[in-house]
Each structure stands twice: as structure tokens, then as C-alpha cells.
């Protein structure tokens, strides 16, 4: 079988510089950008059931562009605004830039990590303790932020603001691809959501992550690469070595 059409379940990147185009075009591969799932925030009415009054707070914690998304939605429904005292701590220098989106960035707090892991905020947050924080997060997460918190014994308020839902395929919508890439475990859901009696047959799958891995071989697909590893830090990048060695292989 010859991989022909690519389905990518990320959003079109905003740069035509993307590695992608390159690989599309070294190997003639039509490629798809097409999530299978999407992010939707939670009314202010389901926020209020939660009791968390936005006001009382001082100060967040971010470990997401979509966290900061939803939480300034949801103070603008509501009606509060947030003062230039508010502090604002983020796993990574990218989501902590994202903020000037909706403050002027110089002239508020903000604190950041290196690694993408909330350990590294722990010391900017113990300094400023007395502070009221609170941690916007999806429906359905991964507690490591509020666990980090717990070690330090921080007070915190977590607000659930948004929740992932299936980005249904429409009936008319064509599912004709040679190659399906996953880069979160919603992704295999919404899938096996979509198409129940999905067959993997010679479709190729590629997966980011150890989580995604193995949501994919646990729902019985067969995963053909993966990444990050050495030698593909990037999805693209393991993309580009697939192809390359199923070209070859081909050939012969």
C-alpha cells in the first residue's frame, strides 16, 4: 500500500515554514490537519456551581495557553476584572508570553519554569504563599499541578473552565487516509467515538507520547512510530524517518 494521504489530528500550522510542508513535498504526501477533538469552555452557570468566587483570588497557576484562554473568558462573563497586582505563574516562558494576549505583560507578576513541570514554580510560589491561588483546568486532567501544590502545602482553589469534547466527523466527511498521527490520548477516544468499528487494516499510526502510545495499544491499534525519542524529538521529525525507510523498503 502506498501512503498517499496523511491525516494529522493538530491544527494547521499558523507558518508555511513548517517541516511539514518540506516532508509533504519530498515525498508527495497530501497532508491533512484535522483534530479530532476540540476544546470547549464551561458556561458561567456550571463555573458557578463550583462556589469558586474569582475576586477572592490573587493569584493562578497556568500550565496551559487553553487554561489562560478560559480563565480570562470566563472573568469577562462574569464580570471581574482583574487587577494589576494579580500574579501569574506558568510551567513555561511560552505560556507565560501567551499572557500579553490579555495584560500588558511588563507591568504585571509573572513567573515562569523552565521545564514545563510545576516543581520548577514551586519556589517562586512558596515565596508568595500568602497569596490566594487558583489553577484553571479541563474537565478531565492530570492532577500534577495540584499534587505539586499539596507537597508544599500551598492553599489553592482548582476551577474546572473548559472540557474536551469530540470533534465529530460529519457523514459526508471523507475518512480516506493511508496514515492517522495521534498526539494526545483524546485523540484515540474520539476516533473509536467517531468510528466504532474502526478497522486499522494497513493504516499506519504514529503516536506522540508514552500516554498516547499506549491509549493506542490499548484500544488494539497497532502502532507503526512514535515519538519523542533520540533520534525524532518531533513528530515530524519521526515522520520524516517512517517515510523515509518505507520508501526504501518499498523500492525494493
Known amino acids: 500500500m502506498n501512503i498517499k494521504k496523511i491525516l494529522i489530528s493538530q491544527p494547521k500550522p499558523a507558518t508555511e515554514k513548517s517541516p511539514y510542508y518540506d516532508i509533504a513535498e519530498k515525498y508527495g504526501v497530501e497532508l491533512v490537519f484535522r ?36 480563565f480570562f473568558e470566563m472573568c469577562k462573563e462574569l464580570r471581574v476584572t482583574i487587577p494589576e497586582t494579580f500574579k501569574y505563574f506558568c510551567t513555561t516562558e511560552a505560556i507565560a508570553l501567551y499572557l500579553q494576549k490579555y495584560i500588558v505583560y511588563r507591568k504585571r507578576k509573572i513567573f515562569f519554569g523552565k521545564s514545563g513541570k510545576v516543581d ?21 486532567h492530570i492532577d500534577e499541578a495540584t499534587q505539586a501544590l499539596d507537597k508544599v502545602n500551598i492553599s489553592y482553589a482548582k476551577a474546572v473552565m473548559f472540557r474536551t469534547v469530540s470533534n465529530d466527523f460529519g457523514p459526508d466527511e471523507a475518512f480516506d487516509y493511508d496514515m492517522l498521527m495521534f498526539f494526545s490520548p483524546n485523540g484515540i477516544a474520539a476516533l473509536h467515538k467517531n468510528f466504532p468499528e474502526f478497522q486499522q487494516g494497513d493504516i499506519k499510526v504514529g503516536t506522540f ?23 525524532a524529538p518531533s513528530m515530524a521529525a519521526a515522520l520524516e524517518l517512517y517515510l523515509k525507510e518505507y520508501t526504501k523498503k518499498s523500492k525494493k
Open 35 to 70: 483534530q479530532f477533538f476540540k476544546v470547549e469552555g464551561i458556561s458561567s452557570k456550571e463555573f458557578r456551581q463550583q462556589k469558586i468566587s474569582l475576586p477572592e483570588y490573587t493569584a493562578a497557576v497556568f500550565t496551559a495557553k487553553t487554561a489562560i484562554d478560559h
Open 120 to 140: 520548577d514554580l514551586l519556589p517562586f510560589i512558596q515565596k508568595h504563599s500568602q497569596e490566594k491561588f487558583i489553577v484553571p483546568v479541563n474537565e478531565t
Open 209 to 231: 507520547g508514552v500516554n498516547t502510545t499506549k491509549a493506542a495499544k490499548d484500544a488494539g491499534l497497532r502502532v507503526d512510530f512514535e515519538a519523542p525519542r533520540p533520534e
